[in-house]
């Protein structure tokens, strides 16, 4: 937010900047200010209901924390069909992800773009190529890849993590799954190593690795059949492990159920699980991680 400060020190007078108040009537007609204390959650979000943000600030009835509390809970953008969180950046640093599976070509390409006008590094994943193909015509710099399933635009290329995430998979078929978590570690501003088929079935192939699996901050093990890698990869390191169980593996696999239970069972305490075929949550875990 651009605001201005004069007056003297005793009684500050905060005043919105008229190119604010233009910008936001003119570009941001649609947005919802979500204030946790109203009931109704419907006040616009325009150059007015700012300066009464700014007014009691100036008056004492808020404190500069508690407005920006505030800020932190609006705007979001309502297109019928989606309501487009574009504050999500400022409350979790990522602004908001698409999920594409299930979405219309014309919707995923409706919310990606209106993400775009805000900056920041925009993700679509579980996306097609029909999806992507939509995308592309609003957006120039779009990107599509294709073996994470994702959809990417990347601007902010910035380091947020503090060390390496590695990102393992047990065999070749679960590398689709791994490529997710490597993107979304990727687009939120993380040095990404991958380690790819490596599993119990040959385990020298992973302590080849060893040196690599111990300079990383956080592990993304990927893994289907029985899901016994991240145990493997847990005893072997200090840091956390985010294990994710996959889809891959015969019939009493049960697409995934075995190795998730399997990782949720784990004897090695860094371990942790997500949800089945969750490449993003774990690259997302993994970059708060990283951050800290």
Same mark, same amino acid.
């Given at each position: ?39 109704? &959650? ?10 009464? /943000? ?24 309502? /297109? ?75 601007? =902010? ?6 060390? @390496? ?8 078929? =679960? ?21 790819? =088929?490596? #599993? ?33 990869? #847990? ?14 593996? &015969? ?37 708060? @991680?990283?951050?800290?």
């Amino acid at each position: 937010m651009i605001f201005q400060v004069s007056g003297t020190a005793r009684k500050p007078e905060i005043k919105p900047c008229k190119l604010l108040s233009t910008l936001l009537d003119a570009a941001f007609p649609a947005f919802h200010l979500c204030n946790p204390t109203c009931d109704l &959650y419907n006040l616009s979000v325009n150059s007015a209901s700012l300066r009464t /943000l700014f007014e009691q600030v100036r008056e004492g009835k808020l404190s500069a924390d508690e407005a920006v509390q505030r800020l932190r809970h609006l705007p979001f953008e309502d /297109l019928d069909f989606a309501k487009v969180d574009h504050h999500r950046a400022l409350r979790q640093g990522m602004p908001e992800v698409i999920f594409g599976q299930g979405k219309t070509p014309r919707q995923v390409a409706d919310i990606f773009s209106r993400l775009a006008q805000h900056g920041g590094n925009i993700l679509a994943t579980r996306a097609t190529g029909e999806q992507f193909e939509a995308v592309a015509a609003k957006v120039e710099k779009a990107e599509y890849r294709a073996l994470a399933r994702a959809i990417v635009l990347k601007r =902010d290329r910035k380091r947020y993590g503090k060390g @390496i995430v590695a990102v393992v998979s047990a065999g070749t078929s =679960d590398i689709p799954v791994a490529e997710e978590a490597v993107v979304t570690a990727e687009m939120m501003g993380n040095e990404v190593q991958h380690i790819y =088929d490596v #599993g119990v079935a040959g385990i020298h192939r992973l302590l080849a690795h060893r040196t690599a699996l111990a300079k990383a901050r956080v592990i993304v093990v990927c893994a289907g059949m029985e899901g016994a890698l991240p145990s493997v990869v #847990g005893g072997l390191v200090g840091v956390p492990v985010i294990a994710v169980p996959t889809s891959i593996g &015969y019939g009493a696999a049960f697409e995934g159920l075995a190795a998730l239970l399997g990782m949720m069972n784990s004897c090695a305490s860094n371990v942790s699980v997500v949800n089945i075929d969750n490449g993003f949550g774990a690259g997302y875990v993994a970059s708060l @991680i990283n951050r800290r």
